[in-house]
């Protein structure tokens, strides 16, 4: 008869293994065999999930849990860096959708007598389509062309860029006043990899002139400086498609495997994957309730002390496969 294994969760990194009910944590064995750690395995007693930005932990919490759960502990200190170390923005750096984004595309249909709002449901079911002038040609492709718009297909697309422009420059302007903050943890995690040398990029499918907005204005010059950006029509094809973290890579010179990216959302989430990188998800207002079962990670964010959830150890356990009985 099979029996049950024990779950240990601290509120600082930890990461996942299956443990067999005889075996202990000083006779663990490597197999081929990785495991994922999502929210889904949380002890309730250990983590109590308020909001997105809210969570209690208590110092260490202990349950007895079936032989199919994953036993998890404590992660030592890693000696292992990611040669990479690579965010996407929206929702990830800050989040930025709802009232940033949305707020700026509302702006310009308003501007150009469009007649159309999207609100934040509508919104949040468009941001399955990565990129602003997708997501716009998707949604009017659907519901009917504006009649100020253009018939021909080379002008929709002129018109398209037009509108995503003036959208770029209001979002900008939001930006700059320093309305929408950093999210937790996001400077303390970018500053721990460029302390120890390791490269820091920033992958989007936002505009270029946006994402480089956010990074300088809200990271600050001296960052921006050191942090390589690949964002917006970069590669001509958008997340989920894996062509701007390769392209991260490639221009980086170093191996995808060594990559570790932090994503908000399916899309990105499957984008990292597909390139053959490690991805931690740290959950934004529109995706909590996505699915990431493929994730190496998940968290509702990056976390500052005392409220941290993981940091670049953690980051550098993941590229250290923990294959165990």
């Given at each position: 008869m099979a029996s049950s294994t024990t779950?240990?969760?601290s509120s600082t990194s930890f990461f996942c293994?299956?443990?067999h009910p005889k075996s202990s944590l000083a006779n663990l064995k490597h197999k081929d065999h990785e495991h994922i750690l999502t929210s889904s395995f949380f002890d309730p007693t250990a983590f109590t999930l308020k909001s997105s930005r809210a969570i209690t932990t208590t110092p260490l919490g202990l349950r007895r849990l079936p032989p199919s759960r994953?036993?998890?502990a404590a992660a030592s200190p890693s000696s292992t860096l990611p040669a990479a170390l690579l965010f996407d923005c929206d929702g990830v750096l800050v989040?930025?959708?709802k009232d940033g984004h949305r707020i700026s595309f509302n702006e310009t249909f308003q501007e150009r007598e469009l007649g159309?709002?999207?609100?934040?449901d509508l919104y949040g079911e468009l941001l399955k389509i990565g990129g602003g002038k997708e997501r716009m040609t998707a949604y009017f492709n659907q519901t009917g062309w504006p009649a100020k718009a253009p018939s021909g297909e080379e002008e929709r697309?002129?018109?398209i860029a037009s509108l995503h422009k003036r959208k770029t420059e209001l979002?900008?302007?939001?930006?700059e006043k320093r309305l929408l903050p950093l999210r937790p943890g996001v400077a303390k995690l970018i500053d721990q990899a460029l302390g120890q040398g390791v490269n820091v990029a920033v992958c989007s499918t936002s505009n270029e002139k946006a994402v480089s907005a956010i990074v300088s204005n809200l990271l600050s010059p001296e960052r921006a400086e050191k942090i390589k950006i690949f964002a917006g029509d970069v590669v001509p094809r958008k997340k989920p498609d894996p062509a701007i973290y390769l392209l991260a890579a490639s221009t980086l010179g170093v191996e995808p495997s060594r990559?570790?990216?932090?994503?908000?959302s399916a899309i990105g989430l499957a984008a990292a994957k597909a390139a053959g990188m490690k991805c931690i998800v740290t959950k934004s207002g529109y995706t909590a309730d996505e699915d990431f079962l493929n994730a190496d990670a998940v968290f509702d964010f990056i976390g500052d002390p005392p409220e941290e959830r993981f940091d670049l150890a953690f980051c550098g356990s993941l590229l250290e496969k923990q294959y165990v009985s």
């Open positions: 779950t240990f969760i293994r299956k443990v994953v036993n998890c989040d930025t959708e159309v709002t999207w609100d934040v697309k002129q018109f979002f900008m302007a939001l930006i990559c570790v990216v932090v994503e908000d």
